[in-house]
């Protein structure tokens, strides 16, 4: 096998994990993945027949990347350093500022839904004004929090 499709087959077990999850908050907890606005939870005898077939999935494809691909799964588990979590946040961060934070930025939302009126238009300047500063406390944060790990 490839190193390529070994990294691809990681790869689809890490997708369906993340899937599974997401089916769970959505069939037993009853909460939406994406929003987590409320959803009605399937009743504990239909999501424990779902659940078994899922967690099927779940072992199959862990047992495949355990046959050809045991190293990266040993590797993967390990918990990473310190650094790397603040590296994942600061990611986050960026994303979040990026696909939300600019795109409610007035001329943003004016381009897509139309024009405001001028109190809606302020509304959201303040808005973003403001998450902007949130964002730059918590870049902060973890700047120094980065500087201090050895």
Known sequence: ???GLRGHLFASLLAV?????KMERAGREGRSPASGQALTPL???EW???SEILERIRAQMLNAVRRFNKGRLTRHDAPRSRADT???LSIL???MEEEIVEDLAPAQVE???GALEEAERAALSELVESLHREADALRARLD???AQTP
């Open 48 to 50: 424990q027949t779902l």
């Open 93 to 95: 961060l960026r994303q």
């Open 111 to 113: 381009r897509r839904y």
């Open 144 to 146: 120094a929090a980065r």
């Open 1 to 3: 096998m490839t190193e």
């Open 86 to 88: 603040l590296f994942w």
């Open 17 to 21: 994990n993340d899937l599974i999850r």
């Open 43 to 45: 009743s504990a005898e």
